[in-house]
């Protein structure tokens, strides 16, 4: 799944059939290449959605099991990982060289894990492995010798 | 990507950390006259109104440098401006405007940039890049250079600029 067709995607609390938000971001951890929760736009305070609380990540909705899965960041780290200037769309893409490896159009996530896939610039797919660094300024990967333009 | 890199493209390209935040961009590049190395980089705040910051960027801590940005570590890697200037003005400052002279006497021309290999970490001086009288640009290896000092370089040969 993709990021930027999943944003915007509503959250359905099962219990209750009631709509509590709307996708409004993911929260990266670059160090182990996977998602750990969603920003959620929601009216109140609570607007991370850990990943493990999710009941899925559905091609229409995502659902929880009780409203009570939002929450407030946890910490500093989640806190600043649900900063929307860490918003990986438009990020400069650069290998650790230096070398540029184009702008980030979307990320290919797997839906079911939160582990992020391949990053996706107008020159390459990036495997997420090699993903070192996200910032406020670029995605930073490693060696990615031998990678073709798609 | 193995390309070279002439050291006078670098001014304003960003200080990126591996984590992928800006730091600084390169403000002038400073270089050791006596041997003709890199010594390292100082500093501009990013962006439209940017002024000259206090730290600088010491060449052993450059992690790479690319097309699109010159990479450390982290936020350590900048020391104080001071540091990296002081041992700089102690051997003189810069190779750039220095004249080529050739072992036999004749005048080649005027440095006007350097050029570095990358890949090489820290990245290093491999050559110059020399405009000679009649407008002409050439590129001499640092391997083909016999001598560096504060005033010239010295290649090897006859070559003369005006034949």
């Known amino acids: 799944m993709r990021i930027r067709e999943a944003r915007k995607r ?34 109140g305070p609570a607007t991370i959605l850990p990943w493990d609380r999710l009941a899925a990540f559905g091609p229409d909705a995502v659902t929880v099991a009780d409203a009570s899965a939002l929450r407030a960041p946890a910490d500093p780290s989640e806190q600043r990982r649900s900063d929307p200037a860490l918003d990986p769309i438009g990020k400069l893409a650069i290998e650790e060289t230096g070398n540029g490896l184009g702008t980030v159009s979307d990320v290919d996530f797997d839906p079911d894990s ?9 020159v390459y797919e990036l495997p997420a492995d090699k993903l070192l660094g996200l910032g406020n300024y670029a995605m930073v990967f490693g060696d990615i010798r031998g990678l073709t333009p798609a | 990507m193995s ?41 501009n705040d990013p962006g439209f109104f940017s ?65 570095l290999d990358p890949t090489h970490r820290p990245p290093k001086v491999v050559g110059y890049e020399v405009e000679a009288e009649d407008g ?28």
């Not at chain 2, 304003?12 to 390169?26: D, H, N, Q, S, Y």
């Not at chain 2, 200037?85 to 004749?106: F, I, K, P, Q, S």
């Not at chain 2, 050439?138 to 391997?143: A, Y």
């Open chain 2, 3 to 43: 390309a070279l890199l002439r050291a006078g493209d670098l001014p304003g390209c960003p200080v990126v950390t591996l984590a992928g935040e800006r730091l600084a961009e390169i403000k002038d590049v400073v270089f050791d006259r006596g041997s003709g190395d890199l010594l390292g980089f100082t500093l």
């Open chain 1, 114 to 122: 939160g582990a992020l896939r391949a990053v996706i610039t107008e």
């Open chain 2, 51 to 115: 002024g000259t910051r206090s730290d600088a960027l010491p060449m052993e801590n450059v992690h790479g440098i690319g097309d699109a940005a010159v990479v450390v570590a982290g936020p350590h890697a900048l020391v104080e401006v001071d540091r990296l200037l002081t041992a700089a003005e102690r051997r003189g400052n810069d190779v750039l405007a220095d004249r080529v002279l050739t072992e036999e006497g004749a005048d080649v021309g005027e440095v006007v940039d350097v050029v």
């Open chain 1, 10 to 43: 509503p959250v359905v609390n099962t219990s209750t059939a009631e709509t509590v938000g709307h996708v409004d971001g993911f929260l990266i951890e670059a160090e182990t290449a996977r998602i750990t929760g969603l920003r959620v736009d929601t009216d």
């Open chain 2, 136 to 163: 002409h640009t050439i590129t001499i290896p640092l391997k083909g250079a016999v001598a560096v000092s504060g005033e010239r370089l010295v290649v090897p040969g006859r070559g003369n600029a005006h034949s």
